[in-house]
Each structure stands twice: as C-alpha cells, then as structure tokens.
C-alpha cells in the first residue's frame, strides 16, 4: 500500500475485521464487538475531541437495531460522523 | 494518537487539508484539488480493486455540483463509498 489515503482506508477495514471476527457472524460487529472497538481503539480521540457525547448518541441510535449487530457500511458511516465532528473541531482550533 | 483507527482518521483529516489548502478556499477542495488527490493518494488502490468505475461515478456526480468545491464532509462520503466497496472486493475474496 502507497498513499496515507490508501493506508486509512485499508487501517478502517483492517480494524473492523479484528473485532468482528471475534464471535458469531465474522463480518459484523456484535454488541460485545462494538463495545470492545470503541474501548479499545477510539478511548483516547474521544478524549481529545472533549466530546463524549458523539458516541453516546451513536450508541443509542444503534440500540434501536433489535439485532445488535453493525456491519461494515454502518461502521464507516459512524467513522465518518466522529471524523467529520473532529475535522470540525480541528477547524475551529485553527481559526482561533 | 493511539490505536489504529484514530490513525486512521487522522489521516483522513491529514490528507485533505494537505491538498485542500493549496488554492481558493483551504478548507474546501477545488476541482484541480480533488483530480490531485485522486492522483496521488489513489491511484494504486483503485488497481487493487480492479472497479476504476468507482471514482468516475463519483467525479460525473461531483462534477453536477455547479461550484466544483468539495467539503470536507463530500471527501468522507466519497471515501466511505470507495472503502465500502474495496472491502466488500476483500470479502468476496476470502469467501472464494
């Protein structure tokens, strides 16, 4: 792999695998799964976007799914939404 | 940073305001921009995943928008897509 692009996009797929593959269906994320994930791999960028609330309404939303289970399309759309929150406070940083 | 995939989103950040500060609006890719980008960061991951169909759709899509800027929001969308299908390119892969 080349470019820094290249290696985030293979960083999301690789991550999302290394959980779900832990139990039950190997390409979603079980409730368990999500959990560990976003322990393990999102605990300090929280931290330094000052806003945990972003991951409490994600998980909340992904409580309305009955069968608790996130497959990559809906990890990446909630990828997106953190790094979007943080682009905006890394913009905001800049400008003042 | 941490854990894989905070690197991975900073990344994503990293990249587009290296490519989006160079002319116009910093915090906006033009089209000259988003061609360079495309170029440089994506061009051997897109022969990885043998669908150079991809980005031409999305380019003919953003080509519609009158202004030709793309936000920082846009360049998530159009990365999720394009990761999306790459790793369903890797799945299908490990089910043959």
Known sequence: MGSKLESAMEGLIQV????????????????????NLLQGELSDFLAACKDPMVVEKIMSDLDENKDGEVDFQEFVILVSVLTVACNEFFVQGLNE
């Open 16 to 35: 999302f695998h290394s959980y779900s593959s832990k139990e039950g269906d190997k390409y979603k994320l079980s409730k368990v799964e999500l959990k």
